[in-house]
């Protein structure tokens, strides 16, 4: 329970809450399976529904997606976001000894977990898909998710608040980067694989 209190915690007091998470220093097994899996739910489900049953607005015209389109691509988004926690937890941990001591793999997915929260919580804006709105608000949850990576480097990783700006900065440059190949490999899929089906 801890664990999802925290992720919330975050979203209103997020130095109290990344001292509580370096503190209680929970398993790799306990973030992924308490708040991982269940939070990447939420925008893949959210944006499932809105997609196929209110669509979007371009041109005065209501576009939707199948079901059968919609269903493979919403499965393949709730497994890259889990697999994008796990590969830069991995990274974090791999950059861990240049900016101080090795740490524990389970300390990177409590990094990344946590600041990915904001994320996860605002796919409930896909219920109902506005446009602009979204990104705008994206633009707002972004921001914010990088505040939390900066904000929570130094007492997770247990390093000096110099090094962990330092460290972050790196963190966040990985995180642009793998945003880039997913885009990548999402327009290959759509190529050689399941493509976005509309309907009016």
């Given at each position: 329970?801890?664990?999802?209190?925290?992720?919330?915690?975050?979203?209103?007091?997020?130095?109290?809450?990344?001292?509580?998470?370096?503190?209680?220093?929970?398993?790799?097994?306990?973030?992924l399976s308490l708040h991982t899996v269940l939070l990447a739910l939420i925008p893949a489900i959210c944006w499932y529904i809105g997609v196929t049953q209110y669509g979007w607005d371009v041109a005065g015209e209501t576009m939707r997606l199948t079901a059968q389109s919609a269903l493979p691509?919403?499965?393949?988004?709730?497994?890259?976001?889990?697999?994008?926690?796990?590969?830069?937890?991995?990274?974090?941990?791999?950059?861990?000894?240049?900016?101080?001591?090795?740490?524990?793999?389970?300390?990177?997915?409590?990094?990344?977990?946590?600041?990915?929260?904001?994320?996860?919580?605002?796919?409930?804006?896909?219920?109902?898909?506005?446009?602009?709105?979204?990104?705008?608000?994206?633009?707002?949850?972004?921001?914010?998710?990088?505040?939390?990576?900066?904000?929570?480097?130094a007492p997770v990783m247990h390093v000096a608040r110099e090094r962990g700006f330092l460290y972050a900065s790196a963190v966040f440059a990985v995180a642009l980067v793998s945003f880039v190949g997913l885009l990548t490999v999402t327009v290959l899929v759509w190529d050689f694989g399941p493509a976005p089906e509309y309907t009016y």
């Open positions: 329970m801890n664990t999802l209190i925290n992720g919330l915690l975050l979203m209103f007091s997020p130095g109290k809450a990344w001292q509580a998470i370096a503190d209680e220093a929970p398993s790799t097994a306990k973030v691509m919403c499965v393949m988004f709730y497994f890259a976001c889990v697999g994008g926690v796990i590969f830069l937890s991995f990274m974090v941990q791999w950059m861990s000894t240049t900016y101080g001591d090795k740490v524990k793999f389970s300390q990177g997915v409590a990094l990344i977990s946590y600041t990915a929260t904001p994320f996860f919580l605002a796919g409930v804006l896909g219920l109902y898909p506005v446009l602009w709105l979204d990104i705008l608000l994206g633009i707002a949850v972004a921001c914010y998710c990088i505040y939390l990576l900066y904000a929570g480097v």
